[in-house]
């Protein structure tokens, strides 16, 4: 039977842990484009087939749907997908980018994830002007 090679005095290989990185901005982008992701997906798609059972059931079940859709709760959560999708989308312009082996140095990957930001929420906000004060 083979043996582990020893490192670090006869324990388990040593290895790097979170506590010793510094979360940065291309950091946190990239794990938020991930939970943006799963978020549209999953709040999403429970939308979604709420609005499709609701219309489907009847004039009763979509005046529910509407009514919630178009409250307070509504408008948050409209707010809140509509910016999980400018972020999640500038920030998948950015990982296309990255993917061609383009910015990858620290000063524009710092610069590219700062944009995403920016442009989502300037997007997100330009939207729900428009949307709202029409």
Known sequence: MATRPQVGG???PL?????????????????VHRITGDGLAIVGGVLFTWWLVAA??????YQTFLS???GPVGLIVGIGLTWAMFQHAASGIRHLAMDTGAGYG?????TTATLTWVASLLLTGLLWAFILLR
């Open 10 to 12: 006869g324990g388990r």
């Open 15 to 31: 290895s790097p842990h979170l506590s010793i990185w510094r979360w940065r901005i291309h950091t946190v982008t990239s794990i």
């Open 56 to 61: 489907a059931s009847g004039p009763e079940a």
């Open 68 to 70: 919630v859709a178009t």
């Open 106 to 110: 620290l000063e524009i990957s710092k």
